[in-house]
């Protein structure tokens, strides 16, 4: 069974960086391909951005103009997503996600296994 927990989130001042962890277990994460989601408040389930089973490139959702990083750690079977210079509509609930599939995903239909969520409050 894939779990996945994320940690990092809490309540941050607007302008501030932030780190998020996803700690994969029950399979090798170079088995999977993996990403980051966040919902704000009534609001649908928006992609932040991704990496491919088989690439360490990440690939991002166009909406957030490159303002996150994806980032992977194989070693320790973990994924990161980080920004700085928070703003308060980044406040949201964000999620991890996998897929065992190689190719890209953005949809949240896609993805197999979820994390429980972690929640960002920016404050202005």
């Known amino acids: 069974q894939v779990r996945l927990v994320e940690s990092g989130g809490g309540l941050v001042q607007a302008g501030a960086s932030m780190r998020l962890s996803c700690v994969i277990s029950?399979?090798?994460?170079?088995?999977?391909?993996v990403a980051w989601f966040r919902q704000a408040p009534g609001k649908e389930r928006e992609f932040v951005g991704g990496?491919?089973?088989?690439?360490?490139?990440?690939y991002y959702g166009e909406s957030l103009n490159g303002r996150f990083t994806i980032s992977r750690d194989n070693a320790i079977n973990t994924v990161y997503v980080q920004t700085s210079s928070l703003r308060p509509e980044d406040t949201a609930v964000y999620y991890c996600?996998?897929?065992?599939?190689?190719?890209?995903?953005?949809?949240?239909?896609?993805?197999?296994?979820w994390g429980q969520g972690t929640q960002v409050t920016v404050s202005s």
């Open positions: 996600a996998a897929r065992r599939t190689w190719n890209i995903a953005t949809t949240p239909a896609q993805f197999e296994y």
């Open positions: 029950g399979r090798s994460l170079t088995m999977l391909s």
């Open positions: 990496t491919t089973r088989d690439s360490a490139t990440p």
